[in-house]
C-alpha cells in the first residue's frame, strides 16, 4: 500500500470538501499513516472540521502571512512589486516546522494571497507555489489538499504528482455546473485521476439525480447527508468523531477506493 496517498480536494464552496479532506486525513491518521492535511482555502476552515480547539486554532499563523519567512527565502519585500527574487524558495522545511499537528494528522494552513490574481508573482504566491509544488512531488507522506472552489492552486508540473484529484458533488445544479468548469480545468493541466464524490445524499433520489446530471461521470462515493457530521460541525468536534457507522462506512470506502487508484 502507498503510504504517500496524495489527494486534493475541490467542489463548490459549501459543497463539503473540508468535511470530505478532514475525514480522510483523520482516516489515513487512526490507520497510523504520517499525514499532511493542507489548507489551500483562503476562506480555511479545514482546522474546525479536525477538531482542533479554538485556542489552537487563534495560534495558527497562515504562511501567506509570515512575512519574515517569505522576505528570507525568496529574498523580496512582502507588498513591493517590481523585485527580483529567487524563483525556486527553499521550502522543504516548512511543513515540519509550521504545521501544527492534531490527533495525528500535521495541519499546515497556506492563506489567502492578496491581490494579483492567480499569475501575480508576488513573493507569497511564488513562496507559497514553490511549497505546494514541494509537497505533492517530493514529500514522502500522505496528503489531503482542501482546495477552493477550482484548482489554481495546481499548475501543469504539479498536477504530475497528484494521484487522486476528488471532487465534491450535492445533489444540486450549481454544484455540478461548478465540478464542470473543474473537470475543464483539471483536463487543462494535465490531472491523472479525477474523481466525483457525492455528498450530502438524503434520499435514493438524490443519488439518481446526480447520476444523471453527472451522465458519464462514475461516482467513487455517495456520503449521506448525516446528522452525526452536522452535530459535530455544531458541537466543535471533530468530523469523525462519534460518527454513524453507514457515513463512517462511506469515508473508508472512498478511502479504500482512492487508495487503490494510488497504487496502480
Ligand atoms: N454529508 C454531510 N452531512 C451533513 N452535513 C454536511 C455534510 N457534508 C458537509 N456538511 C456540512 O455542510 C457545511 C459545509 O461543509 P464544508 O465546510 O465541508 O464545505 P466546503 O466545501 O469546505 O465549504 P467552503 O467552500 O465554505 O470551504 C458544513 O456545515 C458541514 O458540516
Ligand atoms: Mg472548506
Not at 150 to 171: C, K, M, N, Q, S
Not at 192 to 210: G, M, Y
Request: aromatic share 2%; charged share 30%.
Amino acid at each position: 500500500m502507498s503510504s504517500s496517498l496524495k489527494l486534493a480536494v475541490a467542489g463548490k464552496g459549501g459543497s463539503g470538501k473540508s468535511t470530505i479532506a478532514g475525514a480522510l486525513a483523520l482516516l489515513q491518521a487512526r490507520a497510523g499513516r504520517r499525514v499532511l492535511a493542507v489548507d489551500a482555502d483562503p476562506d480555511a476552515n479545514l482546522a474546525t472540521v479536525l477538531g482542533v480547539p479554538e485556542a489552537r486554532q487563534r495560534e495558527i499563523v497562515p504562511i501567506s502571512e509570515h512575512r519574515a519567512l517569505i522576505e528570507e527565502r525568496t529574498g523580496a519585500k512582502v507588498r513591493q512589486y517590481g523585485q527580483i527574487f529567487k524563483l525556486n524558495p527553499e521550502v522543504a522545511d516548512i511543513a515540519d516546522r509550521y504545521a501544527l499537528v492534531h490527533e495525528g494528522v500535521a495541519l499546515l494552513v497556506l492563506g489567502a494571497i492578496e491581490a494579483g490574481g492567480s499569475g501575480c508573482a508576488c513573493p507569497e504566491s511564488v513562496l507559497i507555489k514553490a511549497l505546494v509544488a514541494d509537497l505533492v512531488l517530493h514529500k514522502n507522506e500522505a496528503l489531503v489538499m482542501d482546495m477552493e472552489a477550482g484548482i489554481e492552486h495546481l499548475g501543469r508540473g504539479t498536477a504530475r504528482g497528484v494521484d487522486v484529484l476528488l471532487v465534491v458533488v450535492e445533489p444540486s445544479r450549481t454544484s455540478v455546473e461548478c465540478a464542470d468548469r473543474v473537470f475543464r480545468m483539471a483536463a487543462e493541466i494535465g490531472l491523472r485521476d479525477v474523481r466525483v464524490v457525492a455528498n450530502k445524499i438524503a434520499t435514493p433520489d438524490d443519488e439518481q439525480w446526480l447520476r444523471d446530471a453527472l451522465a458519464d461521470r462514475e461516482i467513487v462515493a455517495a456520503i449521506p447527508l448525516s446528522e452525526g457530521i452536522r452535530a459535530a460541525d455544531r458541537d466543535r468536534r471533530s468530523v469523525v468523531d462519534g460518527l454513524d457507522g453507514r457515513t463512517l462506512e462511506a469515508f473508508e470506502g472512498l478511502l479504500r477506493v482512492v487508495q487503490g487508484e494510488a497504487d496502480r
